[in-house]
């Protein structure tokens, strides 16, 4: 077993972190800063470049640190990172030409609209196999070529370069020698043919984007460039990466064909395994790269729900209903069912599989009779009826159902929410004990890229069951409920426009 250490690096929406696995899979630190949110615009949402970098290797640094070890003893670096976010620099400076644009930044949508009204949405979708929407990176890149003078130009005397955060990073980390990505964030730019796996000509061409200003696209799993920063004192590799969703997977070892996981946190998101073959959905889903390992793809479905979690926090703060999310879990439980209460979270529209953003959040069925206790029930019932439609939706994608649904996030914590979803889907849902499992599948992917684990059946044993829910209700009884749960969801549908 080796002394060394895997650093992971999970660069997320509102903080960076830092954690350090051993050779066991055992966390052994950890760190973590949050940094500023901009939001110039209603719609627009904005971080610093600089501020990413610096927290990022504030907390890796720490990381180290708080473990009581220096770069000598890290063996290789893992990135995670938010997706779809662009970073635009300029090579002479190193500087970013312009604030990063997140991926919940909307000030594209306009320009979404006009490609679709245009007819590109069949060909973005059978070359990318994304939804044209203005998340994904291409129409943010484009806005700022389009915006920052003379951003073009210099871009076309490969002046300017493009990335995404996993990309800056290595950017940052080797002082500007590396200007590479891997393929599960190249696969969300909207600008990837996830089919031939190169940038696509033709998508380069409608958004008038050079190609001098792309990066080099790596596998998941192997040594992209060694660090070279006086962060730390030796080299260390870098040879792991995948966009967070992608890492969650892979660090829920769902490695077969028909595994998900699902995330339970703000909003639910779910990723589902679907092998070799890339399936297009018929239900409005998103065709993803899972992972790239020696040499071959593997790919993915995925499908998200706005409100998950957020759903609790809006009884909390907006309703001021509970003190705390712990409390819901007693509150569901003290009554016997529903009582015909059905609550829809649409409260910011509905995702995958409806795609409605004029749908709003539909309490329906109230009583005289109806408690506090029902409508907590009801909103934690909302959140698993919306993953059970998705997770649905999915294995009709794919025509067969799911081998194992893996869950983690925060409102796993709660068990009356995971033994209804179990009931729900008619299927086990396999609670693990580690839940930070993107920054573990990014140690993970790192470690395998080294050598550090020799392949993956030496890691597969690592992943350590919590809890199994299975399913105890009658079908039928569950079939009568997700009828219901229909009904409701059709009140809540195009209620804003
Ligand atoms: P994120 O990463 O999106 O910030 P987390 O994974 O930290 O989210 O999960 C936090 C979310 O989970 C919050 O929306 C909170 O309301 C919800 N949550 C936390 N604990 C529980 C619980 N016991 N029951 C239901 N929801 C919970």
Not at 23 to 43: C, D, L, T, Y
Not at 45 to 51: P, S
Not at 72 to 86: C, H, K, P, W, Y
Not at 392 to 398: N, S, T, V
Request: charged share 25%; hydrophobic share 40%; aromatic share 8%.
């Amino acid at each position: 077993m080796s002394d060394k250490y895997i650093l992971s690096l999970d660069q997320g929406t509102t903080s960076s972190r830092a954690l350090i696995f051993d050779h066991s899979g055992a966390i052994v630190a950890m760190a973590q800063k949050p940094f500023e949110q901009h939001f110039p615009k209603p719609g627009w949402v904005e971080h610093d470049a600089n501020e990413i970098w610096s927290t990022q290797s504030s907390v890796a640094a720490e990381a180290v640190a708080k473990a009581n070890l220096s770069g000598l003893d890290i063996e290789a670096i893992g990135i995670t990172n938010q997706r779809e976010t662009v970073i635009v620099w300029d090579t002479e400076t190193q500087q970013p030409v312009h604030k990063a644009i997140v991926w919940q930044d909307r000030r594209t949508s306009e320009y979404c609209e006009t490609l679709k009204e245009e007819g590109h949405a069949d060909m973005i979708r059978e070359k990318t196999g994304l939804i044209i929407d203005a998340y994904f990176s291409a129409t943010k890149l484009k806005w700022i070529l389009d915006n920052v003078e003379g951003a073009r130009e210099k871009a076309r005397k490969g002046k300017l370069k493009f990335g995404t955060v996993d990309s800056w990073l290595i950017y940052k980390f080797t002082r500007g020698k590396e200007h590479a990505t891997d393929i599960t964030n190249a696969s969300r730019t909207m600008l990837f043919n996830i089919h031939d796996q190169e940038w696509d000509a033709d998508l380069l061409d409608l958004f008038d984007i050079p190609p001098e200003m792309l990066p080099e696209v790596k596998g998941s799993s192997e040594v992209i460039c060694q660090t070279s920063t006086t962060l730390f004192s030796s080299k260390i590799p870098i040879s792991g990466i995948a966009g967070d969703q992608q890492a969650a997977l892979f660090g829920q070892m769902c490695l077969k064909e028909g595994m998900a996981k699902t995330t339970y946190g703000t909003g639910c998101f779910l990723v589902m395994n679907t092998g070799s073959k890339p399936v297009t959905s018929e239900n409005n889903l998103l065709t993803t790269i899972a992972w790239k390992i020696n040499g071959t793809v593997t790919y993915a479905l995925e499908g998200s729900v706005f409100i998950g979690g957020a759903a609790i926090q809006w009884l909390r703060d907006g309703l001021r209903l509970i003190h705390g999310a712990v409390e819901t879990e007693a509150m569901a439980l003290s009554v016997a069912d529903n009582d015909g209460v059905y609550f829809v979270p649409a409260l910011s529209g509905l995702a995958a599989p409806y795609w409605d953003q004029f749908a709003r959040g539909t309490i329906i069925g109230l009583t005289r009779g109806t408690k506090a206790a029902h409508l907590v029930r009801a909103a934690l019932e909302g959140i698993a009826y919306q993953v059970a439609d998705v997770l649905k939706a999915m294995e009709e994608d794919l025509g067969a159902k799911t081998l194992e649904m893996r869950v983690d996030g925060g409102a796993v914590a709660n068990n009356f929410l995971m033994q209804f979803q179990a009931d729900l889907l008619q299927n086990e849902v396999v609670r693990p004990q580690i839940l930070e499992t993107t920054a573990m599948g990014a140690a993970y992917l790192a470690g395998l890229g080294t050598g550090y684990w020799k392949d993956i059946s030496e890691i597969q044993d690592q992943w350590k069951l919590d809890r199994t829910f299975s399913p105890e209700q009658d079908v039928e009884k569950i079939n009568l409920l997700m009828d219901k749960w229909h009904d409701a969801v059709n009140r809540s549908l195009n209620w804003a426009k």
